[in-house]
């Protein structure tokens, strides 16, 4: 079945870079996508990447994809105390109607200064 | 702001109790999506609505359904509250670009509904 999979807590110093990592099971997920979650509030979309990419950059963000191992990473330069927040990888899923969302449990990125 | 609100933003239920959210979708978007935020998990598929109709379900059981109306505003009932039942349920407005395998789906995600069943 599908399944998502991320590391649950990483802590940074401010200005580091953070990495973050997920691995997906669904081979035909077409998109990928990172979320951001900050206490109490929703979800909000940071970016994707569409499967046949290997890397798309967005100012401080950079996705990675190895496809072939099934491998997201998302990087965040120069990390700011602002950037604390829980991040979730997610799949499409094509089982469900084609735009259900396969969620991981999130990243906790603690960042202190 | 994603244009997505939820009502109520918290609510105390009692197990047995039956409960209804309520979502307003982001102007333009035909299709909702329901999910389930336990205490530490992401969220989980619970279903989706397209112009009204069901339109694909998650591994719930049938006590949790929905509505979706034409402005296409929409709600998600449960019946018959069990404790498992207290989390966040989040609402989310999808716009579909493209196609077939290779559409892309953007959710614009609502702030949640905070349910808690004692």
């Known amino acids: 079945g599908e399944d998502v999979e991320q590391s649950l807590f990483l802590s940074v110093r401010e200005g580091d870079s953070s990495v973050i990592n997920c691995t997906y099971t669904?081979?035909?997920?077409?998109?990928l996508y990172w979320y951001k979650q900050e206490p109490g509030a929703g979800l909000q979309l940071l970016t994707y990447i569409f499967s046949n990419m290997d890397m798309k950059q967005d100012q401080r963000l950079t996705v990675l994809l190895n496809k072939k191992d099934k491998h997201l990473s998302l990087r965040i330069a120069d990390t700011q105390t602002g950037d604390s927040a829980i991040y979730f990888c997610?799949?499409?899923?094509?089982?469900?109607?084609?735009?259900?969302?396969?969620f991981g449990k999130g990243t906790t990125l603690s960042v202190s200064s | 702001e994603t244009g997505v609100t939820q009502s109520p933003t918290h609510l105390i239920k009692t197990r047995g109790q039956q409960v209804t959210l309520r979502c307003s979708s982001q102007?333009?978007?035909?299709?909702v999506s329901w999910y389930q935020q336990a205490l530490g998990q992401g969220p989980q598929f619970i279903f989706q609505?397209?112009?009204?109709?069901?339109?694909g379900r998650g591994n719930f059981p049938p006590r949790f359904s929905g509505l979706q109306f034409p402005n296409y505003s929409s709600e998600l009932n449960v019946n018959a509250l069990e404790l498992d039942d207290s989390a966040l349920y989040l609402c989310?407005?999808?716009?579909?670009?493209?196609?077939?395998?290779?559409?892309?789906?953007?959710?614009?995600f609502g702030p949640g509904t905070r349910l808690t069943v004692l």
């Open positions: 102007s333009g978007h035909n299709t």
């Open positions: 997610a799949e499409s899923s094509l089982n469900q109607a084609g735009t259900a969302l396969i």
């Open positions: 609505y397209y112009r009204e109709e069901e339109n």
């Open positions: 989310a407005s999808t716009s579909i670009h493209g196609t077939g395998g290779n559409s892309y789906n953007e959710q614009f």
């Open positions: 669904d081979s035909s997920s077409t998109y």
